[in-house]
């Protein structure tokens, strides 16, 4: 009894600080710091895509 | 190896991310059927130049059209055959994130990941269109602000405010840029007497179309076929007919942005005032449309620089930290 209520009361504070952390990450994931690799490397696909155009025409 | 991939499952367009690469695809959501035997002829571009040039027994169709999923066998082999493509296989089993239309149901949200999970995904989930929209044109989601994103694509509109990585506000509609071929298609019969093809619509609007008056317009020549005679004929369109033909849809666009800022709580409302709303999506790239909404909203629109790539850029960043981001799956918020 005394067992599961300390077991419960632990487990509960740690979902907590988990949720405080998985929050943390996924702002931090969305910064503009974090996605700009993500959108240079569109914009180096499209420079590759131009360079691809005109050296065939 | 699996590669990860990210997959815009547009009305008009499908773009597909791989995790480190980027955008390795980029092509009308359009499949070409044998009616008879139901046999996949055809898929992206080379479907897409089928469409209203077919002979009988051959079909040419958009299974996404409508922002909703008409026939769930076609488009799940269009899933498989995408997959397919960019070298899925049972061996691969790579994660997909994939963007569907918002309004589409939980029937048709299901049908969507089974079929990338039947095709070889090891796990696949879905994201909103804007709040992938919203990620991929760069707006600062992660700060409690807020944020907003028109995305009007072929058969959809869909608008969001976004704050703190949540969606605040939605709203969706089944209206885009189809509806205005269709009404061009309309008008030219009704008014001219004269048949032409969604493709043909289509080009008019994008040579001639506007959504309010803007400098240097130019009338548009028009071939299509007589109703009368059923010879080949060809007409003059000027600008002011067609916004006049477009006119229902523009408005209906328009209501629907100013039904989302009115959901929006005032605290994230007066944020627009400064920060504006951002338009991205193919149909917004409609001449005029922007300055229409402005002048209706009295909230300043700014166009996204990735108009059309936003979407998939935004579902590929979350396929670039899945660990992090993967509570940004439809289902997984409370
Ligand atoms: N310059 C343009 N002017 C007006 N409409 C455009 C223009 N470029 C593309 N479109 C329209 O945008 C639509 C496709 O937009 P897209 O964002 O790819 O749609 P979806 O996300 O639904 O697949 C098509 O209906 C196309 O005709
Ligand atoms: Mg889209």
Redesign the interface.
């Known amino acids: 009894m005394v067992v599961a209520v300390i077991l419960g009361i632990a487990l509960r504070g740690r979902s907590e600080e988990d949720g405080v952390d998985s929050f943390r990450r996924q702002i931090d994931a969305l910064s503009s710091e974090a996605r700009k690799p993500t959108v240079e490397r569109v914009k180096s696909a499209e420079r590759n895509a131009d360079d691809a155009d005109s050296s065939t025409s | 190896m699996a590669r990860d991939l990210a997959i815009d499952l547009g009305t008009a367009n499908t773009l597909v991310y791989m995790k480190g ?3 390795v695809l980029n092509e009308p959501s359009v499949i070409a059927l044998n009616r008879q035997t139901g046999e996949v002829l055809a898929t992206g571009r080379e479907a897409w130049q089928m469409i209203g040039r077919t002979p009988g027994y051959i079909v040419a169709v958009r299974p996404l059209r409508g922002g909703a999923i008409t026939d769930f066998e076609i488009t799940e082999r269009m899933i498989r055959l995408l997959l397919q493509r960019v070298g899925v296989s049972r061996f691969t089993r790579p994660k997909v994130v994939i963007c569907v239309p918002s309004a589409i149901t939980e029937v048709e949200r299901r049908a969507v990941t089974d079929a990338a999970r039947r095709a070889g995904a090891a796990d696949a989930n879905l994201i909103e269109q804007p709040m992938a929209a919203a ?2 044109a ?1 707006l ?3 700060e409690p602000v807020g944020n907003m994103v028109i995305d009007i694509g072929g058969g959809t509109s869909e608008t969001a405010v976004i704050s ?2 949540g969606i605040v506000a939605l709203e969706a509609v089944r209206v885009g840029s189809f509806d205005i071929d269709a009404a061009i298609q309309n008008y030219v019969r009704r008014e001219h007497g004269i048949a032409i093809g969604e493709r043909t619509a289509e080009e008019i609007k994008v040579a001639i179309g506007s959504a309010d008056p803007t400098h240097g317009e130019n009338q548009a020549e028009v071939r299509g076929r007589d109703l009368m005679t059923g010879l080949p004929k060809t007409v003059l369109l000027t600008p002011e007919e067609v916004r006049f033909a477009i006119e229902d849809v523009i408005s209906s666009i328009v209501a629907s942005v100013i039904r989302c800022l009115s959901k929006a709580p005032p605290e994230l409302s007066q944020d627009f005032l400064v920060r504006g709303m951002y338009l991205v999506g193919g149909g917004g790239l409609l001449r005029g449309l922007a300055e229409r909404i402005e002048r209706e909203t009295q909230v300043p629109v700014r166009m996204s620089n ?1 108009p059309l ?1 936003a979407v998939v ?1 935004g579902a ?2 979350v396929i ?2 899945y ?3 993967k ?2 799956f439809m289902g997984a918020r409370r």
């Open positions: 690469r980027g955008i990620i991929g760069d600062p989601i992660d703190l990585g990735v790539e850029l590929g960043h670039e930290h660990e992090a981001l509570g940004m």
